[in-house]
């Protein structure tokens, strides 16, 4: 039963992990930034777009799951605002490369897989209780 327990609370934690970066990514889709030169590089004295994350999750061996956070790419698009302060010669302007929608659904199906982990725990727990009344 202590697997069980460790596994899912494993799972909750991925799960935690991807509403955090989907969270980001939505506070952060209207933010713009200089756009890079072709080479990668920001024009002196312009400040970066912010980089939005995906998250990765990996199966351990024995059970249980680790998650990372990863760039999205490509990180930006061109957007067109002449009247930013970070707007290039043409009027460009870098916004993260951000989809609410899929963010949407991340949201969604993060809460629910964090929920079904929240019911291994209560089941596990409620397992173990019962088997330490019978041994009383």
Do not use: C, H, W
Request: no cysteine; proline share 6%.
């Amino acid at each position: 039963m202590i697997a069980s327990a460790a596994i899912a609370l494993s799972g909750a934690l991925a799960q935690g992990n991807r509403v955090a970066a989907a969270a980001s990514n939505l506070a952060n889709q209207r933010s713009t930034g200089a756009l890079p030169a072709a080479d990668g590089t920001l024009p002196a004295g312009k400040t970066a777009a912010y980089q939005p994350l995906a998250t990765t999750t990996v199966a351990q061996a024995g059970g249980g799951v680790v998650t990372g956070y990863r760039p999205v790419t490509p990180s930006v698009l061109p957007e067109y605002d002449p009247s930013a302060a970070e707007a290039n010669a043409q009027g460009f302007v870098a916004a993260p490369n951000i989809d609410s929608g899929r963010e949407l659904l991340t949201l969604t199906s993060a809460s629910a897989a964090y929920k079904t982990s929240l019911a291994v725990l209560k089941t596990t727990d409620e397992m173990a209780r019962e088997a330490l009344n019978l041994t009383a």
